[in-house]
């Protein structure tokens, strides 16, 4: 069963940075794209950054030149640099693989202040 295993989050002050990390289990790391989402209370899931196999990233609109996803297949892991932080990225952050059925993981929180 892979796991996936979120880090990095925490309190920050708005206009500030945090880089989250993202640490898989198991083989299939390498060969799968991945993707960091968000969640805000009381609202959907929402896809904000995500990467190929190959390194090729696409993000949201309200990220696009503040956040940076990156990975690192000797180490399983997938990052997410989050720079000029607003408080509306306030949220639980959680990787995933894209077209891949694993379970989500327990997310880390971010909370930026204004």
């Known amino acids: 069963q892979v796991q996936l295993v979120e880090s990095g989050g925490g309190l920050v002050q708005a206009g500030g940075s945090l880089r989250l990390s993202c640490v898989a289990s198991g083989s299939i790391f390498s060969r799968n794209a991945m993707g960091w989402y968000r969640q805000i209370p009381g609202k959907q899931r929402e896809l904000v950054a995500s990467?190929?196999?190959?390194?090729?990233?696409a993000y949201e609109d309200s990220v696009k030149g503040r956040f940076t996803i990156s990975r690192d297949n000797a180490k399983n892991t997938v990052y997410l640099q989050m720079n000029s932080l607003k408080p509306e990225d306030t949220a639980v952050y959680y990787c995933?693989?894209?077209?891949?059925?694993?379970?989500w993981g327990q997310g880390t929180q971010v909370t930026v202040s204004s």
């Open positions: 995933l693989f894209i077209g891949v059925g694993v379970p």
């Open positions: 990467i190929t196999s190959g390194g090729s990233t």
